[in-house]
């Protein structure tokens, strides 16, 4: 912006500053909406400026159509300056004058102060706290929960609010305690798509809370949860994710999430580019797969996404495999789709360190298992791990050394391992390999020998 265009701009707030305090209500309302309209032109510094001027409108007026012109005015310029605006707007008195004209203003006004609320606690967290410091909380949720409340745009501008106000711990806390757990899984179920993500975000924290997660599932929150994981965008079904997963981490909820069908849907977030998603549903598809149908659906679908060509979602797959290895009520169905007999050709053809650092701890936690490393052994896998103590990733090949060092200590299988009981890399994690378990068995001595000695010493034990 050059010199005179600045002028000019100051030049005319100096002319709105003088229609506002000299004019007529028409050439204030006439002046109030020509600076809405162009408000996403004007400069932030000059649209700063006007804000004391229209927060005195709703101190001073008693004309209704520039209260209401002045309230859409801030309405508009909430919107400018990167959220700067809004911080603005929220520093004056401005929300304590909205809040006080809300319930006493006719429907059309109260539409555009809810429009005002909306912007400014949306763009800026402290403005969420000065709304419910002043009782803005209890403002919105009696509203809601009003009979004279039945036009679905007020509805959803409220619901609005309150999914950004949820964001606050002490909100949360105070919609599970004033029971509007409902209406907080409606702001998820209703409104634009940005509104819903914000209300899934703060169902995720709440359910957190064990006592609430049991009123957020009788609310419907499974359902919600659901169609933004199926209908949103990418960060939109990484909260959805995420609150879906905290929800089912209590046993309870694990079989009605899947009834709804969401393992194809973390299936889908496991194949994402972004690394979150991947990490959310690996942690969801291991807490799923305590049930047996459930195994079976996820075991499906990772197979599936092994036998493609993306090595991200191939590692990611393998990742999860590594996880389930140590489930003994899946090892059946890894034999079922032939788990063991992908991880074996994955790990020969696979040019990825990613792919390979993941299948060779998968292997290795299968090596645990007798009837496994049999599996293991007769498909041709050590060969194949003996050749990744030669890779270039040293994750790779302290996986594979591990696996090996399994492999070696069956009767059955020591004969096989001649390629590898001289490697030094076999050689090392096999001597930490001991190390740690005889760690391990001393901690344990000395954990149960506390307790002898615990239970002795206690003269009600006598």
């Given at each position: 912006m050059?010199?005179?265009?600045?002028q000019?701009?100051v030049?005319?707030?100096?002319?709105f500053?003088?229609i506002?305090?000299?004019?007529?209500d028409?050439?204030q309302?006439e002046?109030l909406?020509?600076?809405?309209r162009?408000?996403n032109r004007?400069?932030?510094?000059?649209?700063v400026s006007?804000?004391?001027?229209?927060?005195?409108l709703?101190?001073?007026?008693t004309?209704?159509?520039?209260l209401?012109?002045?309230?859409?005015?801030?309405?508009?310029?909430s919107?400018?300056?990167?959220?700067?605006?809004?911080?603005?707007?929220?520093?004056?008195?401005?929300?304590?004058?909205?809040?006080?004209?809300?319930?006493?203003?006719?429907l059309?006004?109260?539409r555009?102060?809810?429009k005002?609320?909306?912007?400014?606690?949306?763009?800026?967290?402290?403005?969420?706290?000065?709304?419910?410091?002043?009782?803005?909380?209890?403002v919105?949720?009696?509203?809601?929960n009003s009979d004279?409340?039945?036009?679905?745009?007020?509805r959803?501008?409220?619901?609005?609010i309150?999914?950004?106000?949820?964001?606050?711990?002490?909100?949360?806390?105070?919609v599970?305690n004033?029971?509007?757990?409902?209406?907080?899984?409606?702001?998820?179920?209703?409104?634009?798509?940005?509104?819903r993500?914000?209300?899934?975000?703060?169902?995720?924290?709440?359910?957190?809370?064990?006592?609430?997660?049991?009123?957020?599932?009788?609310?419907?929150?499974?359902?919600?949860l659901?169609d933004?994981?199926?209908?949103?965008?990418?960060?939109?079904?990484?909260?959805?994710?995420n609150?879906?997963?905290?929800?089912?981490?209590?046993?309870?909820?694990?079989?009605p999430i899947?009834?709804h069908g969401v393992?194809?849907?973390?299936?889908?977030?496991?194949?994402?580019?972004?690394p979150?998603?991947?990490e959310?549903?690996?942690d969801?598809?291991?807490i799923?797969?305590?049930?047996?149908?459930?195994?079976?659906?996820?075991?499906?679908?990772l197979?599936?996404?092994?036998r493609g060509?993306?090595?991200e979602s191939v590692?990611?797959?393998?990742?999860?495999?590594?996880?389930l290895?140590?489930?003994?009520h899946?090892l059946?169905?890894?034999?079922?789709?032939?788990?063991?007999?992908?991880?074996?050709e994955l790990?020969?053809t696979?040019?990825?360190?990613?792919?390979?650092e993941?299948?060779c701890?998968?292997?290795?936690?299968l090596?645990?298992n007798?009837?496994?490393?049999?599996?293991?052994a007769?498909l041709?896998?050590?060969s194949?791990?003996?050749n990744?103590l030669?890779?270039?990733s040293e994750?790779?090949?302290?996986?594979?050394a591990q696996?090996?060092?399994c492999?070696y200590?069956?009767?059955?299988?020591?004969?096989?391992?001649?390629?590898?009981?001289?490697?030094?890399?076999?050689?090392?994690?096999r001597?930490?390999?001991?190390?740690t378990?005889?760690?391990?068995?001393?901690?344990?001595?000395?954990v149960?020998q506390?307790?002898?000695?615990?239970?002795?010493?206690?003269p009600?034990?006598?």
């Amino acid at each position: 912006m050059d010199q005179y265009q600045s002028q000019d701009w100051v030049q005319s707030l100096h002319q709105f500053e003088h229609i506002i305090a000299t004019s007529s209500d028409s050439l204030q309302v006439e002046s109030l909406l020509k600076l809405s309209r162009l408000s996403n032109r004007i400069p932030v510094t000059i649209l700063v400026s006007t804000v004391p001027i229209l927060v005195d409108l709703l101190d001073t007026s008693t004309a209704n159509s520039v209260l209401k012109a002045s309230v859409y005015c801030l309405k508009c310029i909430s919107c400018q300056g990167d959220g700067k605006l809004a911080v603005t707007i929220g520093q004056s008195r401005a929300i304590h004058r909205i809040l006080c004209l809300l319930p006493q203003s006719e429907l059309p006004l109260q539409r555009v102060l809810l429009k005002c609320i909306r912007n400014i606690v949306a763009f800026d967290g402290p403005n969420r706290v000065n709304l419910v410091r002043i009782g803005g909380l209890k403002v919105v949720i009696d509203m809601l929960n009003s009979d004279t409340c039945p036009d679905d745009g007020l509805r959803r501008l409220l619901l609005d609010i309150l999914s950004a106000l949820a964001l606050l711990r002490e909100v949360r806390r105070s919609v599970f305690n004033l029971r509007a757990v409902g209406l907080l899984v409606e702001a998820c179920k209703v409104g634009k798509m940005v509104s819903r993500a914000r209300a899934g975000q703060a169902i995720g924290l709440l359910g957190l809370v064990k006592r609430a997660r049991r009123e957020l599932v009788n609310s419907g929150a499974i359902e919600a949860l659901v169609d933004l994981l199926r209908n949103g965008d990418v960060s939109t079904r990484l909260v959805a994710g995420n609150a879906l997963g905290v929800i089912s981490s209590h046993i309870d909820y694990i079989r009605p999430i899947a009834e709804h069908g969401v393992i194809p849907l973390y299936a889908e977030l496991l194949q994402e580019q972004e690394p979150l998603g991947k990490e959310i549903a690996e942690d969801v598809f291991c807490i799923l797969a305590v049930t047996d149908d459930n195994a079976v659906a996820i075991v499906e679908h990772l197979v599936t996404i092994m036998r493609g060509n993306d090595n991200e979602s191939v590692g990611a797959a393998a990742d999860v495999v590594w996880d389930l290895s140590s489930y003994k009520h899946v090892l059946p169905v890894f034999h079922s789709f032939g788990v063991i007999s992908l991880l074996v050709e994955l790990l020969r053809t696979s040019d990825d360190s990613n792919v390979k650092e993941k299948i060779c701890g998968a292997i290795g936690q299968l090596s645990y298992n007798d009837a496994e490393r049999v599996v293991i052994a007769d498909l041709g896998g050590i060969s194949v791990l003996i050749n990744m103590l030669e890779d270039e990733s040293e994750d790779v090949k302290d996986n594979a050394a591990q696996a090996l060092v399994c492999l070696y200590e069956d009767p059955l299988l020591c004969d096989r391992m001649s390629g590898a009981v001289s490697h030094p890399v076999f050689l090392r994690v096999r001597e930490r390999m001991v190390q740690t378990r005889s760690a391990e068995l001393r901690l344990a001595e000395s954990v149960r020998q506390m307790t002898v000695d615990e239970l002795t010493w206690n003269p009600a034990m006598g």
